[in-house]
């Protein structure tokens, strides 16, 4: 066994547990020990033995497995698969592909996770368990808040503020210095000119609010 690099467990073996797994494999700087899911489907993922479900926590970490990840692209799935990650005394570090690049005085947050050719620009905060996927841009000094989301090809121009559990669709793009409240979501290829409520749901060019009369 290679005991000379930490040992990861990942949480998920859907689509985000692959993109995770393969973020690990490409950094190398983490011996994956496996994947665990609430409702295993597969044997393995890219390789990688999935070991059932939360009822593995104990082995792995009786066998030295101190750290772990979430890897759940749904925003409030991924808050409680950490909360009980958390419970069972296992550490979330933040995950950084080493094809994204980070700006100087950029942070990231506990459980927080930026894929490839991901851009975070300087002094731009990741919040907890945030997530930056695929090839998505977070210009300088925008402030992503706990949970949140920024799907593949997405751009916040400088000074953006996405709330906590809100969700920007893949190739959305974003004025600078908007503010996207917390749990909203703004749909893929949108172009958000103007501040978003929480909760509500934003699509189209220009944005617009889908569901204006629910909105506070």
């Known amino acids: 066994m290679d005991t000379a690099r930490p040992g990861i467990l990942v949480m998920g073996a859907g689509g985000h547990g692959k993109a995770v797994l393969d973020l690990l494999m490409a950094g190398g ?27 593995a926590f104990a082995g792995l970490r009786a066998a030295g497995v101190a750290a772990a990840h979430p890897a759940i692209g749904h925003n409030a799935q991924r808050i409680a698969a950490a909360a009980r990650l958390l419970a069972a005394g296992f550490a979330l570090p933040a995950l950084v592909h080493p094809a994204a690049i980070l700006g100087r005085g950029a942070t990231l947050g506990e459980g927080a996770a930026v894929l490839a050719r991901a851009v975070i620009g300087p002094e731009a905060r990741i919040g907890r368990l945030a997530l930056v996927n695929t090839g998505a841009i977070v210009e300088h000094d925008c402030d992503l808040g ?32 908007v503010v996207v409240g917390a749990g909203a979501i703004i749909g893929a290829g949108a172009a958000v000119l103007a501040d978003v409520p929480p909760g509500a749901t934003f699509a189209g060019v220009p944005a617009q609010n889908l569901h204006p009369e629910t909105s506070p």
């Open 29 to 55: 700087a983490w011996r994956i020990a496996g994947v665990v899911d609430d409702a295993p489907r597969l044997a393995e993922v890219l390789g990688v033995p999935v070991l059932g479900n939360d009822a």
């Open 146 to 177: 706990e949970g949140a989301h920024v799907a593949p090809g997405a751009v916040l121009a400088g000074g953006v503020r996405i709330g906590a559990g809100a969700m920007v669709g893949a190739g959305a793009v974003i004025r600078p210095g």
